[in-house]
């Protein structure tokens, strides 16, 4: 096997907030755990790094 044509990429970790408490609150929409939306918990694996970042620095706002 030529291993020239192997390309080894790199795996980027991604930080997540989640503190294992999924439930979501009905009033507000928000995990009770880590207090984001379905939609930032959905896509979170996909997002970048930037837009993970701008959801870390809104958390604390938020409860």
Not at 10 to 23: A, D, K, L, M, T
Request: proline share 6%; charged share 30%; glycine share 6%.
């Amino acid at each position: 096997m030529d291993d020239s044509f192997i390309e080894f990429v790199p795996v980027r970790r991604i930080v997540s907030p989640c503190v294992n408490i999924c439930e979501i609150d009905p009033r507000d929409r928000l995990c009770r755990g880590c207090a984001r939306t379905t939609d930032e918990i959905a896509g979170w694996s996909s997002g970048s790094d930037a837009w993970r970042a701008a959801v870390m620095r809104e958390l604390p706002g938020r409860r």
